[in-house]
């Protein structure tokens, strides 16, 4: 059960209802008008009915542009603005300041009298980018890999830092308005420990520059502490079910969930608000710890951080040089000079040095040893002065691509 607001004649009414139960002083039920589908709205064509929220409904919608691009219509009535005090023109406003890739993106907004089959609202509408994944609360309830667990946990606290760089509070931050979006392959993201999924917050109604938390409503803050402690929770009630027990990694990174989520439900009165950019850190820091204890990941969190790759030690080298193939030899033995590039540290010299190493112990040279075959190509090695040639290369190319004269 959720709280709604009847769409009809709306009233101050925080109850938890069914959509089906009916208002008692219209009598419409309260999923109105989720079963109804208006054919045009303001040029876009409806498509389909997404939720019902306490204040209005949501849409999938076409455009009729050239290039139709689908979106999202959030239909409210004008009467629940009035009702509840509210200011829809600064709501969408205050939205659009929110530029970044857990925010939904904001098209438009406008007015508009909509007709449910028959009966005539006026209402507000805004228009929003159409995003494919699955609310954070059904997320929930779903079987998920740990590593999908803790993605979920830091793009949580990631949506905490927005609001806080923005100087913003979203003031109903629940599970419901929160999506979990599967990315596709061209839109996955780097360094993260599920790239394939990002959370995005959708409703924005309710955010200000003030929070309105209070003794009946929780804060930003406290709604992400309980999504983490149900994350956690859920988890392990699967484990459980299943018959399983917890694995050693699982149980690290669960413990240190529980730790943030119950820091982030007290009152903020009462605690001093944490950097939400250190506990991102630390999870991902304790995240590839457990996973490859043996190896400690160096990792540079800002510009500050500056280091010669040649002075670090190298946690694990499997092996100097991997040829699948032959394709690099095959390469190296064509006719005219070979380039080889790349930043200061990373090996240059060591794969010369093994290059010509591997070109003078090869069979396939025609000299004066390559008869006596593996003594010769000892003995080759033995008569050798140098190994290898080493050029240091500064600069080949200006930006345009032209020959430069520093060389």
Known sequence: ???????NCPEKDYSEKELSDKCPKCD????FPLDV????????????????????VTYIATSKDKIPKKRVLKIIPKA??????????????????LDNEHIVEIHDYFDEDVDFNGVIIPCHICVLDYVVGSPLKKEMESDISIERVTQIVIDLLEILEVFKNNGKSHNDLHPG?????????????????????KLVVIDLNSTSDGTQSSEMR???????????????????ERKEKNNQE???????????????????????TNTRIPNFGDLIYDIKNTYRHVVDSWNETFTLQSF???????????NYVPALFVDPGNKFFNESVKPGPLIIYGMRGCGKTLLLLGLSFYSRISSLNTDQYSNKGSLGIVERIKNDDFIGLYINSNRLLDPAGKKSEII
């Open 28 to 31: 419409m039920n309260y999923g």
């Open 80 to 97: 629940i603005y009035e009702l509840f005090s509210k200011n829809f023109e600064n709501e969408c406003n205050q939205h659009s300041q």
């Open 37 to 56: 589908l208006p054919k045009e709205v303001n040029g876009f064509k409806l498509e389909d009915s997404i939720a019902r929220g306490f204040y209005g």
């Open 1 to 7: 059960m959720d709280k709604y607001c009847c769409f």
């Open 177 to 197: 308005n929160i999506l979990v979006s599967n990315l596709t392959q061209g839109t996955k993201r780097v360094d993260q420990i599920d790239n394939s999924i």
């Open 304 to 314: 500050d951080y500056a280091y010669n790759a040649q002075t670090l030690k190298p």
């Open 246 to 268: 917890l694995t050693d990694k699982e149980n690290r990174i669960l413990s240190h969930f529980e730790n943030y989520g119950k820091l982030l439900i007290q009152k903020v």
């Open 218 to 236: 929780l804060g930003d803050i406290n709604w992400i502490g309980n999504s983490i402690l149900r994350l956690s929770k859920k988890f392990i």
